[in-house]
Structure formats: structure tokens, C-alpha cells
């Protein structure tokens, strides 16, 4: 059995077409998995780690504004979008698989539509709540489209199996509580918060977090604060620490750059700041955990506004556009939180109720029968 799954530019895509793979695998052990992607994208780096094989198609994104740099970028799309069909076409005849998955990013649309003009059983995954272009085209001609929110069915009128399968996440994440974490943490009493924004890192949040760590730190409030900066704030955010009077080896605090034991992180903490990426809330729903989240603004179609607000109006978080973020609207959102922590408490079982207990078994339900249709 051979499974090709396109995806790539960011984890968001990425990680659930890695999770896809484990899925596959889990019920057929002897599947061989190709991965295609960019060669300048994060799956240049995670799939190849995943100890998955990987297959690149230049392809990029066209930019809306008219300024030189962007010009020069879309001639330079133009030309990858010209090659992308062929090569596309020629990993497919390649490595001949039973069936193409697309979990989004740029290389997934030129290699599932060459997957189905040659014939191949496709499937899709959409993980935001708002669909993406690409999936909303690529689906006319889908065997399947699975979903992790049930308010991006209505965006695949033309596919007829379109199914609510959620979005799988990694498995150490539920595999600890929160006491056992926070020890490993050394973390002692308090309220734990967890911030991040993502791996590049969110400016609004790195220009806030050092004011909000100061204002807790120097208050009776018993708080750990957990922040990941990013790339982004790598040079600067220890220097706008120290500007704060914060000392980063402080013990109820810990900053880095990146967050590599996320499963330890999100199990010792109360609360989550951070963005609105579907991998994200998938795993605070899997967690059951309360939230601010801070919405990307310029995410295509804001797709990140949409998938937050499905937790906002179930009263799992509490959503705020960064055209309205502020260090006072922060503060006020975590005394809150920190005040009462019944409502915290709350705000944690809705994020629970959110998630799907069953996600592998239905991806497999949605994907066993496209397999057999090929290999038959």
C-alpha cells in the first residue's frame, strides 16, 4: 500500500498530515508513505525527522500588494506555478500511490489536482473553520473531505462525502496531569499561564508579555508564566525583560525560544495565551483548557478569527482581535481568571466538551474504504 500526503509551509499543515501518516500505519504497518512539499518550508525539515521520505514542488503564494518586493515574488510564483503541474505529475508516476492526501499548504494543490487528473483516489483534510481556497477547489473533484469543524461542511457543496473527523494531535499530549507536570516544571502554588505564538513567534504578544510578567511577579498574585517567543524575538525579548526589571532565571517564570516538551507545558497550565491556529485549539480542547486567544489578523480569509470564535461562543475562551488587544484588556483578562477560578475551571470542561475522543477511528473510516477502492 503507498500513501502520498502534500502539505507544508506551516506546522498547522504539516503536523496533521505526520498525524495522518501515524494513523495509516497504525492499521496497516507495511504502507510506504511519500510525503511532497516545498523545499523552503518547515516540511523541508519535520517530515524528513518524522523519518518520512519527502518530494519537492517549488510553489508559492501570490502576494496582494503592489510593492516591488512583492512584485518580484509573484513573477518568481508565476514561474513555479508553470513547473509545478509536471513535477507534480512526475512524483505521482513515480511512486504510483493507492490514494493522495492534502492536508494544505502550497504544494498540496499542484499534487492532489495532478493526483486526480491521473486517476488517483484523493482526500482532503480542512483543519480551520473557514476553508481555504485551495481545499475549496481541490474538493469538486475529492472522494472525501474530512473536517475538524463542523462549520466548514457548508464550504464543500460540490463533494458528497464530506465528513466531521477532527483534527488528530499528538498523543503524549493527554498523557500527564497537571501535578505531575508542573513538578517536572518546578513550578510550585499558583496559577500557571502558557503563551506562545507559534514558531516565528507573535509580536503582539512578545511586546506585551515582559509588562505582563512584571505587573504579576511584583503583585500578592501567585502566578508561573511560561512563553515561548519565537524566531522573532530571539534578539530582543531577554533585552525587553531586563528593561522590565524581570530577571528570566526568575523561578516562577520560563522563557525560550521555542517550546520543545509542549506536552509538559500544556498539561501544568491553567490557562493559554496564544493564537488560533487548528492545531492549537485541538490540542486545548484534547486538554481542556481555558484560553485568550489572540487571532492572527492576516491569516488567509481570517480563518484564525473563525476558528476561535468556535470556542469563544461555546465559553471555552476568551477571544480577543488584536486590533483590541491591550497591556490593560490582558491584565483584566487574567485577574479574571485568576480570581475566580471556578470560571477558569469551566471555561477548561467546555474546551473539553469540544473535542472528539475518536478522531483516529474516523480519519481510518473515511480512508480505509478509498484504499480499497485502488487496490481492488
Known sequence: MRVLIACGGTGGHINPGLAIAGTIAAHKPDTEFLFAGTPNGMEAELVPAAGYKIEFVKVAGFQRDLSLDSIKRNVKAVGYLMTAGSRS???IRNFKPDL???TGGYAAGPVIRAAQQLGIPTALHEQNAFAGVTNKLLSKKADA???NFEAAKQYFPDCKNVIVTGLPVRGAIKKR???QARQML???????ILSFGGSQGAKC?????PDLMAWHLNSDMKINHIHAYGKNGKDTFNAMLLEKGVKPEDTRIRVSEYIHDMDVCLAAADVVICRA?????SELEAVGRASVLIPYPTAAENHQYHNAMVLGKAGAAMVIEQKDLTLERLKNAVAHLYEEPEKRMLMGQRAGALALTDVDERIWAVLEPLLARKKA
Request: charged residues 20%; negative net charge.
Open 277 to 281: 491556529g487548528a492545531s492549537t485549539l
Open 145 to 147: 473531505v474530512m473536517v
Open 100 to 102: 493522495a492526501i492534502g
Open 89 to 91: 505529475k512526475e512524483i
Open 186 to 192: 518546578g513550578f510550585s502554588d499558583g496559577m500557571t
Open 205 to 209: 504578544l512578545n511586546d506585551l508579555m
Open 177 to 179: 496531569s497537571r501535578e
